[in-house]
């Protein structure tokens, strides 16, 4: 089976900087959206970040202006630079892709998710 591979997590200072990277095959990772999700103890999968293939962005509120996502299509690669880390960013990340959609009203759009990676730890302590 085809597999997304993340790699990048780590232990980090609150404040501090993690990039991850997600390599894909060239058939899941051309076609389409690539996004970012995390999960923490407790607590359900969460949106982080996406971005379509033609290199539109979007973010949760909470991480903009400090995490930038961003697609390499040569490489077949996404990346996530987290910058000024917080402990409630401590979380398992996953790679994910699949075809964007625009929701109803026709001004937001999302992943219809169809491909994970394992997930790599990310802890930012305080």
């Known amino acids: 089976q085809e597999q997304l591979v993340e790699s990048g997590g780590g232990l980090v200072q609150a404040g501090g900087s993690l990039r991850l990277s997600c390599v894909a095959p060239?058939?899941?990772?051309?076609?389409?959206?690539m996004a970012w999700y995390r999960q923490a103890p407790e607590n359900q999968r969460e949106f982080v970040a996406s971005i379509t293939n033609g290199g539109t962005t979007k973010y949760r509120d909470s991480v903009k202006g400090r995490f930038t996502i961003s697609r390499d299509n040569v490489k077949n690669t996404v990346y996530l630079q987290m910058n000024s880390l917080k402990p409630e960013d401590t979380a398992v990340y996953y790679c994910a892709a699949g075809e964007p959609f625009l929701k109803s009203g026709g001004t937001d759009w999302d992943v219809d998710v169809d491909h994970w990676g394992q997930g790599t730890q990310v802890t930012a302590s305080s």
């Open positions: 060239g058939s899941i990772f051309s076609p389409n959206a």
